[in-house]
């Protein structure tokens, strides 16, 4: 009897010592599956974003309006020598004001004047383009400023990241209009990635195809002289059970290798297009900043 209550309080113990050590588990393979699954979902949401997706037109709105307002807030400030430059500035080892060959950095981000602040000049009260990417709280876009005229006499090109639900600005760059290298395009971690992205995936795409068409072809060059040879076996005796299921499995080798050749040659011509339009793209990013002046009135 003694015995007896030994064994049952150690199988009360054991249980009692099981519970956590599962809760522990259980929490570990959840943990591990969460933090799986956002892997997966962030690859997903990257691919999205290299392939050009653009957020929902309320979370473009929401970044151009505020980042709108710092930009006006900025040249304001500038031209009255009000609030300092790192006031509208998400200050950090990231954080660059650029002019021609002069940079500033997060240490003296505040020193120098704005020259296209200059009395007389004026901000234009919208953007001329402007992008946020669908993977990160980050936005770019370009101000044009105008003499008193109406000319453009330079741009601002501002990149912006999300702070406490401001958009500040992390890098700034200013360039005269005779310096005004184009307009800004649709991005996803870092201005001007889409593009090159869409060329080099595309052509590794290609090249991982046309690799595997190779391989097609030769395996379905194979299975189907192995298809004649058990056409002419099965010709000899055409009642012979074997030969029938020997036949019958060379001709799944051909559907199989036929189905992953044309999987593999539709696969190559969508990569080939992508790559034709990334390339043309490309092509025409001349042609681009030339109407994007023509746009601005920047002549020269």
């Known amino acids: 009897m003694k015995n007896q209550v030994l064994i049952a309080a150690g199988a009360v113990a054991l249980t009692t010592l099981s519970i956590p050590q599962n809760a522990r588990a259980q929490a570990w393979i959840g943990q591990v599956v969460g933090d799986m699954m956002a892997q997966q979902q962030a690859a997903i949401a990257r691919a999205e974003c290299m392939n050009g997706a653009s957020p929902e037109t309320k979370e473009i709105e929401e970044a151009l309006v505020s980042a709108n307002n710092t930009m006006q807030g900025y040249f304001a400030g500038q031209q009255s020598s009000g609030d300092p430059r790192s006031e509208f500035f998400a200050v950090d080892k990231h954080t660059a004001w650029t002019h021609g060959n002069a940079t500033l950095s997060r240490v003296n981000i505040d020193q120098g004047t704005d020259a296209l602040a200059a009395a007389g000049m004026s901000i234009d009260t919208e953007p001329f383009a402007f992008y946020r990417s669908y993977l990160h709280a980050r936005a ?74 190779a391989k097609a072809k030769d395996k379905l060059g194979r299975a189907r002289d192995s298809l004649v040879k058990q056409e002419q076996k099965l010709a000899d005796k055409p009642d012979s059970a074997r030969r029938k299921e020997s036949h019958a499995r060379a001709e799944e080798k051909v559907r199989k290798w036929e189905g992953e050749l044309l999987e593999r040659s539709t696969a190559f011509e969508t990569a080939a297009m992508k790559n034709r339009q990334a390339l043309r793209e490309q092509a025409e990013l001349p042609t681009k900043q030339a109407q994007a002046k023509a746009a601005l009135g920047i002549t020269g």
């Open 140 to 213: 770019t876009g370009q101000w044009p400023v105008r003499d008193a005229t109406g000319q453009v006499t330079g741009v601002y090109t501002a990149y912006f990241v999300r702070k406490l639900n401001t958009w500040k600005l992390r890098t700034l760059t200013l360039e005269d209009a005779s310096a005004y290298s184009g307009p800004v395009v649709q991005f996803c971690e870092a201005p001007g990635d889409v593009l090159p992205h869409q060329i080099e995936s595309s052509a590794s795409s290609m090249n991982y195809h046309a690799k595997r068409m």
